[in-house]
């Protein structure tokens, strides 16, 4: 039944509701564009508490505020019948996000939803989440450029953790901060569903490492990760490498120009350590001082798959050693190591002559114009004694 356009006011609509109170064939109501507001809406409420015929309503383009909509839902919430709502147009933005829950929870054959540019806030997300608890159907999920803040996406987190269906959801330009991110990161560690997480341009500069972690965790297709220049710092390095441990698909990776410290490479190294999978790392231009160079270092020692780590930029004059010492461990294609003018000293020396024991493959090494004293000498000459 097409009534939309007829100018039907609260008084009508209760003409109308009384008339429908007991009808059984009527499966679709428009009255969109019409002068309904909460009272009309309450008689429509009361209507369909009991409805089990009609599945389609168009409500859009009328007076409804928050009231209205909130009237609606709580008619509803025991009615499986009416899988389409349309509150689109009110005078709430609340009352299309009533009408979405009301489709995610009564239309089985929902799989993806679109809810960008929504103007969406917390409430509308509390609303949203509620339906999605235990939710069967549904995905894909799209909330892009809304305005959810943390309080929102713990609704949201709350609901999806032990989620099994939703393999893409879509968050980005939001305003997600760290408490955000973290609750995000803590719903999704168990979840081995969700392939793609999307949170980019929200504030907190933790987002991008939990999309990064979740991706890794899920997603067994996925080989190169690069996450170059995005404002990476120790504490968002934690969410990356917890997910590392124990991965066996990623061979490269790059996190150079970020604000890594030698607290975030100390993260990576333990993660690292048995990895028999990484084949190149970068960390160049991060902010890497001794401790982190010797943390790598160690973490390395007994890896024989890492070929190539990029550690040019960073503070540590340790560095472009610790570089060349696992270059030369387990790159056998290399011949050849141009080490001139690096600044390595003593100490530096120690890095690279530990792997230079049993090398088999270099033929050529220059270490002219550096800072390397008697003690480095020693220990080269120490392993070049029963080099063949």
Known sequence: MDLSGNHIDDTGTQYLANVLQNNATITELNISNNEISDVGVQYLADMLRNNTTMIALDLSSNAITDIGAQQLFNSLETNKTITKMKLTANKSKYCEAIGITIGIRNDKTLTSIDLRMKQYGDNEMKLLANELYNNKTITELTLRKNNISDIGIKYLADALKDNQVLTILELSYNQIGNNGAQYLNDAFKQNKTLIRLNLGGNPSSYCTTVSAAIQIRNNKTIAKM?????????????????????????????????????????????????????????????????????YLHNAFKENKTLIRLNLGGNPSRYCTTVSAAIQIRNDKTITKMDLRSKSIDDIDMQFLTDALINNETITELNLSYNNIGDVGAQHLADILRHNK
Request: charged share 20%; net charge negative; no cysteine.
């Open 226 to 294: 690069d996450l170059h220049a995005k404002s990476i710092n120790d504490i968002a390095m934690k969410f990356l490498t917890d997910t590392l441990i124990n991965n066996e698909t990623i061979i490269e990776l790059n996190l150079s120009q970020n604000k890594i410290g030698d607290i975030g490479i100390q993260y990576l190294a333990d993660a690292l350590k048995d990895n028999k999978i990484l084949t190149t790392l970068n960390l160049s231009d991060d902010q890497i001082g001794n401790n982190g160079a010797q």
